[in-house]
């Protein structure tokens, strides 16, 4: 069974920086997809970055020149590196991954940045 692992969740205050780890046990292939998505306080989730197996990447508009997301898909590790953070940022940030067809989720790492 695939499960995530997600760390470096916490209280920053603007401008400053985290880095979101997020590590998939019980993997048998490389993931199609892995990525973070995001959901701020009464709002949906929505997607944060995500980088696909050819090394190919997408961005939220709003975190382009902010965050970059990296990893291995022989590994299933990635990672977001946040960068000036806005208190518009605040959210849980969670994990994800495509394996064999089908879609996975951390539980999620709360991500509070303070103006």
């Known amino acids: 069974q695939v499960q995530l692992a997600e760390s470096g969740g916490g209280l920053v205050q603007a401008g400053g920086s985290l880095r979101l780890s997020c590590a998939a046990s019980?993997?048998?292939?490389?993931?199609?997809?892995m990525g973070w998505y995001r959901q701020p306080p009464g709002k949906l989730r929505e997607l944060v970055a995500i980088?696909?197996?050819?090394?190919?990447?997408n961005y939220r508009d709003s975190v382009k020149g902010r965050f970059t997301i990296s990893g291995d898909n022989t590994k299933a590790t990635v990672y977001l590196q946040m960068n000036s953070l806005k208190p518009e940022d605040t959210a849980v940030y969670y994990c994800y991954l495509v394996h064999i067809g089908s879609e996975y989720w951390g539980q999620g790492t709360q991500v509070t940045v303070s103006s």
């Open positions: 019980g993997v048998i292939f490389s993931p199609n997809t």
């Open positions: 980088v696909s197996r050819d090394g190919s990447t």
